[in-house]
T-cell receptor
Framework: KQEVTQIPAALSVPEGENLVLNCSFTDSAIYNLQWFRQDPGKGLTSLLLIQSSQREQTSGRLNASLDKSSGRSTLYIAASQPGDSATYLC?????????FGAGTILRVKS | DTAVSQTPKYLVTQMGNDKSIKCEQNLGHDTMYWYKQDSKKFLKIMFSYNNKELIINETVPNRFSPKSPDKAHLNLHINSLELGDSAVYFC??????????????FGPGTRLTVL
């Protein structure tokens, strides 16, 4: 059974810092890995999708890496801003479904 | 021009009632999903449908019955609501089955409160 773990559970940083969110999964037989952002009381916004054959994806200040064999992914956020404050969710596609981690709550202080 | 929409956004009801949540996607996708996010914010798949055919039923009580009248709609009907059904329910869609490397797009969620 696939399990997804995200570390840390919560993170508070000053504005401008670069930061890394970690995601690990127990079954490396995944099709892809997706990073989402969830704002309080809102839905999920897809940030990046990494196919199982890829090592990383970049979008603006975000860079996500995938090491499928070791069951790890990181989301790197450069020059963090208060608007980046949200919950970040990692999810892997196993079979025909997404399996989610519990999320990392990020707070960027101005 | 919302891609994945859900109604209602909030639903407050009494135990024992029957209620429905509607979901529509205008992305032309073939696959739709329902997820439940509990009080601990943990998201878990409930159902997925591909071209109106049930693909996944993740050991959800049979009080929950999804209905897909066409591939753009996946509604969730819940009978005999219980306190433990209180959660946020998210609808999502993807171009094809999840194992075809498709990005999933989520609706805004429906917050269900059972009193």
């Amino acid at each position: 059974k696939q399990e997804v773990t995200q570390i840390p559970a919560a993170l508070s940083v000053p504005e401008g810092e670069n930061l890394v969110l970690n995601c690990s999964f127990t079954d490396s037989a995944i099709y892809n890995l997706q990073w989402f952002r969830q704002d309080p009381g809102k839905g999920l916004t897809s940030l990046l999708l990494i196919q199982s054959s890829q090592r990383e994806q970049t979008s603006g200040r975000l860079n996500a890496s995938l090491d499928k064999s070791s069951g790890r992914s990181t989301l790197y956020i450069a020059a963090s801003q208060p608007g980046d404050s949200a919950t970040y969710l990692c999810a892997v596609t196993n079979g025909n479904k997404l399996v989610f981690g519990a999320g990392t709550i990020l707070r960027v202080k101005s | 021009d919302t891609a994945v929409s859900q109604t209602p956004k909030y639903l407050v009801t009494q135990m024992g009632n029957d209620k429905s949540i509607k979901c529509e996607q205008n992305l032309g996708h073939d696959t739709m999903y329902w997820y439940k996010q509990d009080s601990k914010k943990f998201l878990k798949i409930m159902f997925s449908y591909n071209n109106k055919e049930l693909i996944i039923n993740e050991t959800v009580p049979n009080r929950f019955s999804p209905k897909s009248p066409d591939k753009a709609h996946l509604n969730l009907h819940i009978n005999s609501l219980e306190l433990g059904d209180s959660a946020v329910y998210f609808c999502a869609s993807s171009q094809d089955l999840a194992d075809r490397n498709n990005e999933q797009f989520f609706g805004p969620g429906t917050r269900l409160t059972v009193l």
